[in-house]
């Protein structure tokens, strides 16, 4: 018995699933696709610094619940957006100039929950 007919034989034995299942499943996957950060329950604060910088301003978004390969992931999309520099460190991002407002449509958009502060 080779491979092949091995998966076919298995394949007939598992139940097909039912239709609703499917159907719900695939909405799920879809609202997932659009805001996958969606389903975390936490408030994010934007902070405007400048100390210790130089004079230069940078904005902070603080408190993430997320852990850091998510938070680095979000910065890199928030980068990317708004076409500026910055850095993920200890929970935190780190994004450079003054662009608090940019950066709460951002985040709303990526279905997080944001506060400028």
Known sequence: MDWKSSLSALRDSMPEPEA???????????AAKEQP???QRQRLDII???????????????GFTLDD??????????????????SSRGGEI?????????????????GL???II
């Open 94 to 110: 780190l994004i450079q100039g003054d662009k608090r407002k940019a950066v709460l449509d951002a985040l709303t958009a990526l």
């Open 69 to 86: 390969e998510q938070v680095a992931a979000v910065a890199s999309r928030l980068k990317q957006r708004l076409g500026v520099g910055g």
């Open 113 to 115: 929950k944001a506060r």
């Open 20 to 30: 609703e299942e499917t159907a719900d499943a695939g909405a799920s996957a879809d």
């Open 37 to 39: 950060y969606a389903a």
């Open 48 to 62: 405007l610094d400048r100390k210790g910088r130089k004079g230069k301003e940078v904005t902070i978004v603080a």
